[in-house]
């Protein structure tokens, strides 16, 4: 992993009127290689469901800034203290179907055993990089996307988790920017619009 592809990235914004939201990808060492630290949210929340995201959320007016609201979500969710975020760089904002336009920061993280701190969370997840670069464990669909027409979805199947959504979108371009992963030219499948999601 070489986070300089991170560091020097020029990140793309989202404009129009949407909910502002930041997420924070937090790197963390490891004895096997580095992980990204994941949260699964809970059943009972009425956006995205036990799906697994970065921790993050909406921009409050008392957050002086998007990375701001990166840290304090970071803390209510996970415990994580804000002197332990060592920020290395922003990825593209991404446009949401809940009609949030949400900003990734890349960061590192001590590794000190993080757990859910607020009912929002149903569990706190790393997972190895060298498993989500494996390409044994992705696979991809076109889909019909109310904003971006056709579009690829992405399915990474790790230790039991599926990433997929918005936070497999961030994660796709920070595994091309960190580790040069390459994904795969074509797809494993073209499904209807309103079809199952495979997770």
Do not use: K
């Amino acid at each position: 992993m070489n986070l300089e592809g991170v560091r020097r990235h020029e990140p793309q914004a989202v404009s129009g009127d949407l909910q502002e939201a930041s997420v924070i990808a937090p790197v963390l060492p490891g004895d096997s290689g580095p992980r990204l630290l994941f949260t699964e949210r809970a059943d009972h929340l009425s956006n995205h469901p036990g799906q697994m995201s970065f921790p993050g959320g909406r921009h409050e007016p008392q957050d002086d800034t998007r990375r701001a609201t990166a840290v304090r979500e970071g803390n209510e969710e996970i415990c994580l203290d804000p002197t332990d975020v060592e920020f290395v760089g922003r990825l593209d904002d991404i446009r949401t179907v809940t009609e949030f336009a949400v900003r990734p920061f890349v960061a590192r993280v001590p590794d000190r055993g993080y757990t859910a701190c607020e009912d929002e969370v149903a569990e706190v997840v790393t997972l190895s990089l060298a498993d989500l670069t494996d390409l044994d464990n992705y696979e991809s669909e076109f889909r019909d996307h109310p904003y971006y027409g056709e579009i690829r979805l992405h399915y990474f199947r790790v230790d039991g988790y599926t990433v997929w959504g918005a936070t497999a979108r961030i994660l796709v371009q920070f595994l091309d920017l960190a580790t040069g992963w390459e994904m795969p030219p074509g797809v494993d499948r073209v499904v209807e619009p309103d079809a199952d999601f495979p997770v």
